[in-house]
């Protein structure tokens, strides 16, 4: 049986003129095709928040924690994010850089001088800044499998010494979770702090969220939590939770609710500038590298017309606007974050099953929310052409 708890921050009396006739229904249309889909799918449990300016607007649970159980999944459940805790690596490296514990421009090998690839010359050509762009030059995913397998960092790092990049490292893109997970030795190094202690400092705490935890025992010390399922034979099936990519904590460690990543998208939309200013917001939003192959992701493809990596987001031509993501995908769990800068919105899909609903449900709101805006866009022009003195202007 799947239970489905909703919960309604805020007011929608919050939103602009300009857009106070569009979102409220829009809103309320997304939760209950978020609810539809889900309940078509079998997925056991998910979560949502949207974001709106600096308040979640709306947040909710869907089903069960567990299959077999009756707790109910909320918008303070925890679930893994997987790939989706890159973007607080991006976050957290904006600001030590800042403080200036490191440079983006130094080479890795000034903290980490055992580090080599097959060819030494490489290795000087290796700065910071392509470890969180995904642009170290790498075939994509190298050596995932050994994290799999469960192979800790220093079992795993001596094996790129059998490895040359496949471009000079800044000028290709190749998806990475070991190299990008490098930045935890250089944060530590530079701060004498550990990677978890670091984000509950400058993030975690001064963003007041309330669940967010890095790491396996963060997970299971948690009571409100989600356990990952699979599917087999047409059923889906829990799971135990891997310590396997909690190693590599930048690329997959982070644990969080909806209600956590609501705030954490309130921080992109620059409204806690005390934590992540205006300028570090557009450091690691600045384009590196364009990821061709993101433009032939299913659903994905029928809406995007060019994508990047930045640092630890990707960056998304939605038809007219500029989206910002990441998702995530760990055995047992899905997860998708974005926003728009400009209309100042965000979505969060949490979900305990590997199901790729998430991406339709990611699609269905973006392409509806744009639509509605750009409606509402051209109806206040056109009402602000009928008022103006010179109705004859170029921009009626």
């Known amino acids: 049986m799947l239970f489905r708890v909703s919960l309604i921050l805020g007011v929608f009396s919050l939103f602009s003129v300009q857009a106070s006739e569009v979102l409220p229904s829009h809103v309320e249309d997304f939760k209950q095709h978020f609810e539809s889909a889900l309940a078509e799918q079998k997925v056991p449990g998910a979560a949502y928040a949207i974001v709106y300016k600096d308040k979640i607007i709306s947040a909710g649970g869907y089903g069960v924690r567990e299959v077999g159980s009756k707790a109910p999944v909320d918008a303070y459940t925890v679930f893994r994010i997987a790939s989706v805790s890159k973007t607080f690596a991006g976050g957290l490296a904006s600001i030590l850089a800042s403080q200036g514990h490191f440079r983006w421009d130094e080479p890795v090998t000034r903290y980490l001088p055992d580090f080599s690839f097959k060819t ?15 642009s170290t030059g790498v075939i994509a995913n190298a050596y995932d499998n050994l994290i799999e397998a469960n192979l800790a960092p220093d079992r795993i790092l001596p094996q790129f010494q059998k490895l040359d990049p496949m471009c000079n490292p800044g000028q290709c893109y190749g998806y990475q979770n070991v190299l990008f997970s490098l930045i935890e030795p250089i944060m530590q190094q530079t701060t004498s702090q550990d990677y978890a202690s670091l984000l509950q400092k400058n993030i975690f705490s001064p963003l007041k969220m309330p669940t967010a935890s890095v790491g396996l025992e963060g997970f299971l010390n948690t009571e409100n939590r989600a356990i990952p399922h699979v599917k087999a034979r047409g059923q889906w099936h829990s799971r135990t939770v891997s310590e396997s990519y909690y190693r590599f904590a930048p690329a997959a460690g982070v644990n969080a609710s909806a209600i956590d990543l609501g705030y954490w998208l309130i921080a992109q939309l620059g409204y806690n500038p005390e934590v992540l200013n ?30 990047h990596y930045a640092l630890g987001w990707r960056v998304y031509q939605f038809g007219q606007e500029q989206l910002v993501y990441h998702g995530g995908w760990v055995q047992g769990f899905r997860a998708e974050l974005a926003y728009s800068k400009d209309r100042e919105l965000g979505l969060v899909i949490l979900l305990n099953a590997e199901s790729n609903v998430v991406a339709e449900l990611s699609t269905y709101f973006w392409s509806t929310m744009f639509t509605a805006m750009q409606q509402q866009d051209k109806a206040a ?7 103006a003195a010179k109705p004859a202007s170029s921009n009626c």
Do not use: F, M
């Open 120 to 134: 030494r010359s490489y290795n000087n050509k290796l700065k910071i800044e392509h470890l969180l762009a995904q």
């Open 278 to 307: 205006e300028e570090q917001l557009k450091l690691i939003t600045s384009k590196r590298v364009r990821t061709v192959r993101d433009l032939r992701r299913r659903l994905w493809r029928e809406h995007i017309t060019d994508a």
């Open 381 to 387: 022009l056109l009402a602000g052409c009928k008022l």
